[in-house]
């Protein structure tokens, strides 16, 4: 009896320091080139070399998603918003589809979402063939992938004819809320509450990379291999080298997204039919029922939803 107990004490001593050394984690980056109110190209280069160098400095094999309606100037190509996605493939980053304009799959027909995908894929395609690469995932706008069983899967289909492999999220978070707050403080010039907001940002995430943890081990009794989703803005450009630094203490190593897809957590299916925009650890709990939903999800602090002007998540 007492050797058994002392073997499972060091197995699972061994196996938890097998944990830490083994996290994986694939950082994706969605609303590319740029999400922020700072909407000039001054700005929005200043954004994208900032982010880039903070992704190169912490070798971070990133994945962008762009929604190609920004790199128009009415009907008009704007090679300026191209350009930031030029300076992603000279930084070796993949870049993925996010759609056109950014549509929820509830918010319009199949048919008209389904264009949206491809609309939103052109530009994208024709600066990877110079980089002799080919546009490989997909990410839904809002993690909304649809509402009604038949429309979800009309659009999984749909991506799979076109040779698309859906970009799931395992960390999901309000990286936006911050980047909304953080946005309006400084175009009121308020530095101290940018201040605030930029300190309160990295633990915040830090608390939910622990949330996520535990409800991987909740479910799956290990932690898999991670999917975070941020978004291509200020914060972030400012932040992304602390948030780099807060993972690799973690234990984090940075891979692919192809890479972390190998996990085999990945082969599950999302059944998930509601409107919200959701983790799929959280769609993959659900199925199993709802107490495998890890309670107490951290929040956004009061004070950065009110800087944001969100009422709440
Ligand atoms: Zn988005």
């Known amino acids: 009896m007492k050797f058994t107990l002392y073997l499972v004490v060091l197995f699972s001593a061994f196996s938890s320091f097998a944990q830490t050394r083994q ?45 190609e309606n920004k790199l128009f100037n009415g009907a008009e190509r704007d090679e300026e918003q191209i350009d930031l996605l030029r300076m992603w ?5 993949e870049l993925g589809n996010h759609t056109f304009s950014h549509p929820s799959a509830d918010a319009i027909e199949p048919e008209a979402y389904q264009a949206d995908i491809l ?11 110079t980089k002799n690469t080919q546009i490989r995932f997909f990410r839904h706008p809002y993690l909304q992938t649809g509402s009604k069983m038949e429309v979800k899967n009309s659009i999984y289909e749909f991506l799979k004819v076109h040779n698309y492999i859906v970009a799931p999220v395992s960390i999901d978070n309000a990286d936006w809320i911050f980047a909304s707050a953080y946005d309006k403080a400084f175009d009121k010039g308020d530095k101290k509450l ?38 291509a803005n200020f914060i972030n450009s400012d932040y992304f080298d602390d948030l780099a630094k807060m993972l690799k203490k ?16 990945y082969r599950l299916p999302d059944n998930f039919t509601r409107r ?7 769609r ?28 709440s998540e």
């Open 23 to 67: 996290r994986t984690i694939a950082v994706t980056i969605d609303d590319l080139p740029v999400v922020s109110t700072r909407r000039d190209i001054k700005n929005r280069r200043e954004i994208t070399k900032k982010l880039l160098a903070h992704i190169k400095e912490a070798k971070v094999p990133a994945i962008g998603f762009v929604n």
């Open 89 to 93: 493939l000279d930084a070796e980053l």
């Open 119 to 129: 609309r939103g894929e052109v530009i994208t395609k024709e600066l990877l063939k």
């Open 194 to 231: 940018m201040k605030q907001i930029g300190d309160a940002y990295v633990p915040y995430m830090e608390s939910k990379m622990d949330y996520w943890e535990r409800q991987s081990v909740k479910l799956f009794g290990r932690e898999i291999s991670q999917t975070l989703l941020i978004h």
């Open 250 to 265: 973690r234990g984090y190593k940075f891979v692919t997204l192809e890479e972390s897809l190998k996990d085999e957590a």
């Open 276 to 282: 919200a925009g959701i983790s799929w650890l959280h």
């Open 284 to 311: 993959w709990a659900l199925d199993r029922g709802k107490d495998f939903v890890l309670p107490n999800e951290p929040l956004t602090p009061d004070f950065v939803l009110k800087a944001a002007g969100v009422e």
